[in-house]
């Protein structure tokens, strides 16, 4: 998971949830679909709902977008660092997000 810190809208922005592998349910809203090599990225980020409204904000994720044939989407973790680093230096780089990592360092690779 990555903090990060922003001055951003959040109106009229299209809530969705996924599970995680423990059925958990997770909800998000997409801000920017990226590409990079070839691939897609969503960055998205957490979103805190009671009775229908957002009640809080969490933390940025980028996940790697596929399209099986026929058309479902599907979102991954990005494993590895290095692409992570760089679809996230792309996204901060289009937006006003500073995505920090773990450690609470820039990622500025």
């Known amino acids: 998971m990555h903090d990060h810190h922003h001055e951003h809208e959040h109106e009229h922005l299209e809530a969705f949830t996924l599970y995680d592998e ?8 997409l801000l920017a679909e990226i ?3 070839g691939s897609d990225y969503w960055a998205c980020e957490e ?3 009671e009775n229908e409204e957002i009640t809080d904000f969490g933390e940025l994720y ?10 479902n989407v599907f ?3 990005i494993e590895d660092e290095d692409e992570f680093n760089r ?3 792309m996204f901060e780089e289009m937006s006003d997000f500073e995505i920090v990592d773990d450690e609470n360092e820039d990622i500025d690779n």
């Open 22 to 29: 423990e059925g958990n349910e997770h909800n998000f809203i």
């Open 35 to 37: 590409e990079n090599e």
């Open 47 to 49: 979103i805190f709902v």
């Open 62 to 71: 980028i996940f790697k977008k596929t399209v099986d044939e026929e058309g």
């Open 75 to 77: 979102l991954d973790t």
């Open 87 to 89: 679809v996230a230096k």
